[in-house]
C-alpha cells in the first residue's frame, strides 16, 4: 500500500487585482506525522472568508501576510486521524486552521472540539465561528443598537450581515440589508429583515433613504465603495460605524480617481459627531466570546438566527469557489467540502 | 444727552473662502432694552472661535447657520448695564453670547456670573470656557490617555490644543504638539510639551515620526490637511481621533484633486482598530462639565495648565482678527477688547 498523499494549495504568487489561477499551486507531499501534543487532521470542510484575500498581499494589515508557497490558510473543520495529544482521539471533530489542504498537524492547543449533536459542524465556520462572532461583537460592542434605531448592513445575506441584521433585529432595532441580486433580496425578506435593497438596480442613494427614513444609527460596515457613499449621507448625529471588512476595495490596484474625498469624510465625522470604529474580532475574545457562544447557540436552536450555505465540492474548486465569494457569487457562508 | 448707540458687525455676504471685509457690514442702532427677565449687557470682550466660520456657510453643520444680516454670533464677557431679572445687578460680569456689537440683551437664563476674584474673565472666554472644556472632555472622554502613551494635537499653542497637551501631560502621557512657526514652537517648549514641531518647515512626515517612536495612541484632531497625512501613518493599533475641528477646510472653496483617498482612510481604520469619533463639547456638558470647573480652575490656580491671550484691542478689527486666526497669525486665545 503506498502511503496516503496530502494535496495542497499554496500561494503561487501575490494577487494583482482579483486573484487568477496561476496565483494558486496545487502539489501532493506526504502526509505528515503529528509530534507530541499535536494532532493529525483529516480536512472536512474548509472557510472560505474575505480576510484572506488581504493576506495574500503585503501591504500593511491587521495580520502578517501569506509568504509565496504557503498553503492557503483558513479556518477547517477536520477529523482526528492520529493523536500525539491528551484529550484528542481519532474520528472527533474539532475547529481547527488546516487551510486549503487535505491533511494538516496542528497543535493540540490551537484545536475547539465540536459536538455535532448540539449543531451541524460546519456552524462553527459561520454563525457559531468566527463570522458570527465578528457580528456579534461589532454589533454590540460598537453598534450598541438601541429599541427603535436603525441599523443598516451590506452584504446582508452573508455570514457576518445575516447575524448582524437578525441580533438588531433582536435588539428591537430596524434593520436594513443591502445585497445584489434578486435571490439574495428574496433571502432578506426570508430572514426577517424590515428592508431589502439590490444595490446592483438604479439610485441606491434614494432607495436607502426611502428605506431609513428616520436617518441610520448603526450602520454595520463590510462592504465599503459605492455602498458606503450612499450610507453616509443617511447617518444620523451620533451614528456608530464598526468597520469589520471593506470587501469593494480588497482587489483594488490603486487609489480611484479624484476628487480626494477624505476630508470631507473628517467633515462629516465632525458635523455629526459620528463614530468610525475598526476592529478585528479577536479583540472581543477574552471579553465576549463565552456570551457569544451562549447567546448564539441558543438563538440558532431557538430559530431566532437562521444562516445559509453555500457549500462547494473538492479541494481544487477552491480558488474558483474564493474569487467568486470576493464578487458575491456566493448565497449565505462559502465552503468548500473536501472530504 | 443724545441716547447711545450700539455698533454692531453683521454678516453682509456668505463668504467665498477666505472671508473678506465685504462679508461683513458694520452699522449702528440704538441701544435695545431689556424686557421681563433679561439683562442689557455692555461687551467687554468677544471671543474669536473657528466654528464661527462654519456658521457663516449654509452647508449642512452641527449648528444653524447664521442668516445674512445677523450680528456675527460669539461668546462674549459683558458687563450689567440694566436688569430686568432677579439676582442681576448693574456693574455685574457675565459669560454671555451677544456677539459682535457693543451691547446686547439677553434672557438671563442664558447668561453665567463671573467671579473676577477667581480668574481673570477673559479665562471663561478660553482656558475655563467652552475651548479649555473641549480640551478636558474630548481628551479624556474620547482620547483616554493612559500613562506612558504619546498624545499628540495640533494648533497646539491655540486654547483648545494647548490645554489638550498640558491635561495630557497630567494623565502621565507623552505630549507632541504641532505649531506654525517659530514663536509658537517656543511657546510649546515653555508649556512643557515633550516634542514641538513645526509645520511649516519641510518633511514634517519624517520629523513627525521620529518624535512619536513608538506611535500615537491619541490624536486630537482640529485641524486637518497636511498635519493629519502626516499624523495618520503614525497612528497604533487601537488609537483614538477625538475629531474636534478641521481649520484646514474652513476656507475651502471645492474638493481637493484626487486621488482619492478616503477608502484607503477607511482602510487604516480597519487595518488598525482605529477610532474616528466626532464631537461638539456640548455633548458632554450634562456628564463633565462640573468636573471640568472643579479640575480646571484648581489647575490653573496651580499652574499646572498655563494659558496664553491674543487680545486685539477695537470691535472695528474683530474681522481682520477672525481672518487672521484662521490663519493661525493669533498666539493663544484669540480675543477683542471692546470696552
Known amino acids: 500500500m503506498s ?36 494532532v493529525l487532521l483529516r480536512t472536512l470542510y474548509i472557510s472560505l472568508d474575505p480576510y484572506v484575500r488581504g493576506r495574500m498581499s503585503d501591504a500593511r494589515s491587521y495580520a502578517a501576510p501569506m509568504e509565496i508557497g504557503d498553503v492557503i490558510v483558513g479556518a477547517t473543520v477536520s477529523e482526528v486521524v ?42 462553527a465556520l459561520g454563525v457559531l465561528g468566527m463570522p458570527g462572532f465578528t457580528a456579534y461583537a461589532g454589533l454590540l460592542a460598537i453598534g450598541a443598537p438601541q429599541p427603535g434605531e436603525t441599523v443598516a448592513v451590506a452584504a446582508a445575506t452573508g455570514p457576518v450581515g445575516s447575524a448582524v441584521g437578525q441580533i438588531a433585529k433582536l435588539q ?21 429583515f424590515d428592508e431589502a435593497l439590490d444595490h446592483r438596480e438604479a439610485d441606491l442613494p434614494a432607495r436607502l433613504a426611502a428605506a431609513a427614513p428616520d436617518g ?17 449621507p443617511q447617518l444620523n448625529e451620533f451614528a456608530r460605524v464598526p468597520v469589520c471588512g471593506l470587501a469593494a476595495n480588497y482587489n483594488a490596484t490603486s487609489l480611484p480617481e479624484g476628487p480626494d474625498r477624505s476630508g470631507q469624510l473628517m467633515g462629516a465625522v465632525l458635523s455629526r459627531s459620528l463614530t468610525l470604529r475598526g476592529f478585528i474580532q479577536r479583540e472581543f475574545v477574552p471579553s465576549m466570546f463565552p456570551d457569544f457562544l451562549r447567546d448564539m447557540t441558543a438563538w440558532v436552536a431557538e430559530g431566532k438566527v437562521r444562516y445559509t450555505e453555500d457549500i462547494t465540492d473538492g479541494l481544487d474548486r477552491a480558488p474558483e469557489a474564493f474569487v467568486g465569494m470576493l464578487k458575491g457569487a456566493n448565497l449565505g457562508k462559502a465552503i468548500i467540502r473536501v472530504a
Open 216 to 232: 441610520i444609527d448603526v450602520y454595520f460596515e463590510n462592504v465599503g465603495g459605492a455602498v458606503w457613499d450612499a450610507v453616509l
Open 82 to 123: 492520529e493523536s500525539g495529544a491528551d484529550g484528542f482521539a481519532p474520528g472527533q471533530v474539532v475547529l481547527s486552521y488546516g487551510g486549503w489542504q487535505e491533511y494538516s498537524v496542528e497543535p493540540a492547543e490551537r484545536l475547539r472540539r465540536l459536538d455535532p449533536s448540539v449543531a451541524p459542524v460546519t456552524t
Open 3 to 38: 502511503s496516503p498523499t496530502n494535496h495542497r494549495i499554496r500561494l503561487a504568487a501575490r494577487p494583482h487585482g482579483e486573484p487568477v489561477a496561476t496565483d494558486f499551486q496545487h502539489d501532493e507531499v506526504p502526509v505528515p506525522s503529528p509530534g507530541a501534543g499535536e
Open 172 to 192: 428591537g432595532a430596524r434593520a436594513v440589508g443591502i445585497a445584489g441580486g434578486e435571490r439574495k433580496i428574496e433571502r432578506l425578506r426570508a430572514l426577517g
